[in-house]
């Protein structure tokens, strides 16, 4: 018997979050306080971005911001695409190389429940593998992505 998996099932639910209205430099000490790659930005405690730490080389560093004065709302990655704790591992994995993305927010009605990552799903079971290498077969992975779906998938 061939179980489906859930987003539900494998995201992580401790997920840190960060105001939008914080400056860079809170953001990248919480980020190293809890040794984490992204924080969920959020204005009236509804998800509305995710700064990673792409975000803060690309829009802070290369651009020689202030990370004590820029606001994390300046530099975060929006809109948020966010999935949904019902739906599929494998929609889940489609609509993150659909759109290149490595972190995928879980959202039920406007409140996040959890975050799930490509490298999540490729660490997480067999099965996934294989779904991943169906995927990548016919779309391209997100380009940060492609050494990881190398090693864990070829």
Do not use: H, W
């Not at 993305?101 to 593998?129: C, E, H, N, S, Y």
């Amino acid at each position: 018997m061939f179980m489906i998996l859930k987003v539900e099932d494998v995201m992580v639910e401790d997920v840190v979050t960060i105001d939008a209205n914080a400056t860079v430099m809170e953001a990248v000490e919480l980020m190293n306080q809890y040794e984490i790659g992204c924080l969920i930005v959020t204005r009236r405690g509804r998800a509305v971005g995710i700064v990673t730490e792409r975000d803060l080389l690309k829009r802070v560093l290369a651009k020689f911001k202030d990370p004590k004065t820029t606001k994390v709302q300046e530099i975060m990655s929006k809109p948020l695409i966010v999935g949904d704790p019902g739906m599929d591992v494998e929609d889940a994995a489609k609509l993150m190389f659909r759109k290149k993305i490595k972190k995928l927010p879980i959202v039920d009605q406007g409140r996040l429940l959890g975050l799930v990552t490509l490298t999540d799903l490729a660490r997480f079971q067999p099965q996934m593998i294989r779904v991943l290498k169906k995927i990548s077969t016919t779309e391209l992975p997100p380009r940060r992505l492609k050494k990881v779906i190398d090693y864990y998938v070829v």
